[in-house]
T-cell receptor, first 115, second 114 residues
């Protein structure tokens, strides 16, 4: 158990809808990263939040957005859902270390199906 | 550009046999390397990590990995596989480019025969 929790565990939406996924980070961690894992693939970096600010972004369109709250929990929002958004969405929490020696701890993920 | 390659998509071994999962990376600086395991429908569990120092690192569940800079490899090994090791294994490189993030390989699915 990493102490990282995500909700909901599963979600079914239709094309064009909007979805919000939630993540609670491990105690003591102030950084949350989100990844998308399509079926049969490795996770792909979406973006990262550090102290409530977006701290970097992968190759994902602006309809993927997020928030981080003062307690370091985070949300991932996806607007105008497309079929290809169907995936496992993973949240990882960490705490920046000097020299970049940072380990990310992952939650169980939210499985999103877009019909 | 940074990349991680796991050449074996599927591997099948018999219970009790030894295991080696391959991982090659491309990264210009000192890599931070990780192995994670994912059971079906689950998140990623950290097996072990390499930041610096001793190139042979020990992890949980009896796994170990060896960092070989000359071969740009970080192969995962286990001397005797248990049926409960059946899962998908991901190698990752952690690096900073504006922000710290991971690049993952595509994974190796391990099947264990009784």
């Amino acid at each position: 158990e990493t102490g990282v929790t995500q909700s909901p565990t599963h979600l079914i939406k239709t094309r064009g809808q909007q979805v919000t996924l939630r993540c609670s980070s491990q105690s003591g961690h102030n950084t949350v990263s989100w990844y998308q894992q399509a079926l049969g693939q490795g996770p792909q970096f979406i973006f990262q939040y550090y102290r409530e600010e977006e701290n970097g972004r992968g190759n994902f369109p602006p309809r993927f957005s997020g928030l981080q709250f003062p307690n370091y929990s985070s949300e991932l929002n996806v607007n105008a859902l497309e079929l290809d958004d169907s995936a496992l969405y993973l949240c990882a929490s960490s705490s920046p270390s000097t020299g970049g020696q940072e380990t990310q701890y992952f939650g169980p993920g939210t499985r999103l199906l877009v019909l | 550009a940074q990349s991680v390659t796991q050449p074996d998509i599927h591997i099948t071994v018999s219970e009790g046999a030894s295991l080696e999962l391959r991982c090659n990376y491309s990264y210009g600086a000192t890599p931070y390397l990780f192995w994670y395991v994912q059971s079906p429908g689950q998140g990623l569990q950290l097996l072990l990590k390499y930041f610096s120092g001793d190139t042979l690192v020990q992890g949980i569940k009896g796994f170990e990995a060896e960092f070989k800079r000359s071969q740009s490899s970080f192969n995962l090994r286990k001397p005797s596989v248990h049926w409960s090791d059946a899962a998908e294994y991901f190698c990752a490189v952690g690096y900073t480019s504006g922000t710290y993030k991971y690049i993952f390989g595509t994974g190796t699915r391990l099947k264990v025969l009784a």
